[in-house]
């Protein structure tokens, strides 16, 4: 039951984390990745129109609330850069960027589980649940063979 959990929520993630990324993103490239691995998980899951719809609903609000913090990581990363350029290393100033990235991170990550916990309980129905936990079991297998077992993809 915890590996079903574990793989429904990494294919939850994939489909919220590259429809996030590329909605957020301006280069025709990002939106283009992310609605196709939209479209090829909406084809695995054989969801309706109306699933699609809802699912992009949550995002789309979710989303509002992740702009701000999207902005501030995004903003962190240039303060560090700018702390470390030219070979420069401020420890505490590092310490200081690195923890508030910390924390907006625990906000995306909080953010994002939500969104999977909602769509796999609001929108799926107990078969596409089923084929979403194989799905993530097959992309398990392949990270592991990749990777190694230490790469492993979460579910809700």
Do not use: W
């Not at 649940?129 to 297998?141: E, N």
């Amino acid at each position: 039951m915890k590996k079903r959990i574990l793989i429904m929520g990494g294919l939850v993630a994939l489909v919220v984390c590259g429809t996030v990324y590329a909605a957020t993103r301006q280069g025709g490239f990002h939106r283009l990745f992310g609605h196709r691995l939209m479209d090829h998980i909406a084809r695995r899951l054989d969801l309706t129109e109306t699933q699609q719809t809802q699912i992009k609903s949550i995002i789309e609000a979710e989303h509002q609330k992740a702009a701000p913090l999207l902005e501030q990581a995004a903003n962190n990363r240039q303060q560090l850069h700018e702390a470390t350029r030219g070979g420069k290393f401020d420890e505490v100033q590092v310490r200081t960027i690195a923890a508030q990235q910390a924390q907006t991170m625990t906000e995306l990550i909080v953010m994002r589980e939500r969104i999977k916990a909602r769509i796999y309980t609001e929108v799926l129905t107990a078969e596409q649940r089923s084929k979403a936990d194989q799905l993530i079991q097959d992309m398990q297998s392949r990270f592991a063979d990749r990777f190694g077992e230490k790469f492993t993809i979460s579910a809700p």
